[in-house]
């Protein structure tokens, strides 16, 4: 089993930055990628980004430029650098480790973006 724990939602205005991070504890020798998702209000959850072991990010069209997810050495915390925020970024977001068999999803943490 993996365990998430996430940090750094909040509300900020529009043109601000916010960085999220997941922190992951348990059996993670397996875990080949790491990824944030989000859902809005009324809406479905969809793929914020994500990144491999080997360090290949991938990202959403909507987020492209703006948004940049790390992960430390350890490959034990993943991270979220969100920049330009925009309204539409509203949403909470939800990280996300992955074996060949399992995902394992954290609980959440709302980011709230509003003047």
């Known amino acids: 089993q993996v365990q998430l724990v996430e940090s750094g939602g909040g509300l900020v205005r529009p043109g601000g930055s916010l960085r999220l991070s997941c922190a992951a504890s348990?059996?993670?020798?397996?875990?080949?990628?790491m990824g944030w998702y989000r859902q809005a209000p009324g809406k479905g959850r969809e793929l914020v980004a994500t990144i491999t072991n080997t360090g290949a990010a991938r990202y959403a069209d909507s987020v492209k430029g703006r948004f940049t997810i790390s992960r430390d050495s350890a490959k034990t915390t993943v991270y979220l650098q969100m920049n330009s925020l925009k309204p539409e970024d509203t949403a909470d977001y939800y990280c996300?480790?992955?074996?060949?068999?399992?995902?394992?999803w954290g609980q959440g943490t709302q980011v709230t973006v509003s003047s």
């Open positions: 348990g059996n993670i020798y397996l875990i080949n990628t």
């Open positions: 996300i480790f992955s074996d060949t068999q399992t995902d394992y």
